[in-house]
């Protein structure tokens, strides 16, 4: 009787990493591709214009952030920060990885943040 409720203990531990690890990787993963797919549709985005796509995870906020540069804006790289809340935050760099808010020698960007 023991070496079964030490099994269904075990399969319990196991199933609830799994549930775990499905959620804070492959699951968040997907929302925040959703939840910054749609902030580009209503930026307007043209979809073929990107030249390079890279998502890495936030775990100091629980998110994460999706690097993307276009073809017609070189020189430039969005930063879409996905938060676990489902929101979603742009920031715009320049080369050097500086935001180019403020910069007022900067040209406007071809994709600007939405007003959030």
Do not use: C
């Amino acid at each position: 009787m023991k070496n079964t409720s030490e099994k269904k203990i075990r399969i319990f531990i196991l199933a609830l990493l799994a549930g775990i690890y499905l959620y804070y990787f492959p699951v968040q993963r997907a929302m925040a591709e959703t939840a910054v797919f749609e902030y580009m549709h209503l930026q307007q985005v043209d979809f073929s214009r990107i030249e390079s796509r890279q998502a890495k995870k936030d775990w100091t906020q629980n998110g994460h952030y999706i690097y993307v540069t276009y073809k017609n804006d070189p020189g430039r790289i969005y930063q879409y920060h996905y938060k676990k809340n489902g929101s979603v935050y742009l920031i715009i760099y320049n080369s050097q990885w500086r935001s180019i808010d403020g910069m007022y020698n900067e040209p406007p960007a071809t994709y600007p943040r939405l007003d959030e």
